[in-house]
Antibody, heavy 118, light 106 residues
């Protein structure tokens, strides 16, 4: 079955960067776009962007261009997202997600909690 | 960006029917999806493309609408349906989510 396993919680200082991972299993990693979604505490969800593992093409929400960097390692079926110049507003749960055979995110990772604190 | 507007809170009793609305600031065709999120869990896809039930989702859940006005209906509501429900569009870039409707069971 499809699984997306994300890296553990992180605490980062203001101005620093954080890199999180999303390890896929149960399907051919290179066949599907992997998206990243942010959920600030008690708030809604924001789509950050997506990456296609076969070739590395990316699409970004303009809001996060220059802030987020998405990469993949096909050898380990793992997607990565690095968030730079962290501020308190970036404290959130970050999810990786994938569509199913139809539109909509049918598969989600368990989320990575990132706290920005000095 | 396409703004999706949802009512913040709804309260219903078990066994009742509830309709949760989502209004888009511009047309999204039928590319509107619904998710259920329980506390400390990741979102779960319920409905895709406005009216199609995702795999494993009970038939108590249904969706309707197109263009700018959409509805998620739960009939009958069960106590376990306590959650926040989000709509999301994938017609316009960037993809956007609604602010969520918190469903409280009386």
């Amino acid at each position: 079955q499809v699984k997306l396993l994300q890296s553990g919680a992180a605490v980062v200082k203001p101005g620093a960067s954080v890199k999180m991972s999303c390890k896929a299993s149960g399907y051919t990693f290179t066949d599907y776009w992997v998206s990243w979604v942010m959920q600030s505490h008690g708030k809604s969800l924001e789509w950050i962007g997506e990456i296609y593992p076969d070739g590395g093409a990316t699409n970004f929400n303009e809001k996060f261009k220059g802030k987020a960097t998405m990469t993949v390692d096909k050898s380990t079926s793992t997607a990565y997202m690095e968030f730079s110049r962290m501020t308190s507003e970036d404290s959130a749960i970050y999810y990786c997600a994938r569509r199913g055979y139809y539109p909509g995110f049918a598969y989600w990772g368990q989320g990575t909690l990132v706290t920005v604190s000095s | 960006d396409t703004v999706l507007t949802q009512s913040p809170v709804l309260a219903v009793s078990p066994g009742e029917r509830v309709s949760i609305s989502c209004r888009a600031s511009e047309g999204v065709s039928s590319y509107l999806h619904w998710y259920q999120q329980k506390p400390r869990q990741q979102p779960k896809l319920l409905i895709y493309e406005a009216s199609n039930l995702a795999a494993g989702v009970p038939a108590r859940f249904s969706g309707s609408g197109s263009g700018t006005d959409f509805t998620l209906t739960i009939d009958p509501v069960e106590a376990d349906d306590t959650a926040t429900y989000f709509c999301q569009q994938s017609w316009n870039e960037p993809r956007t989510f609604g602010s969520g409707t918190k469903l409280e069971i009386k």
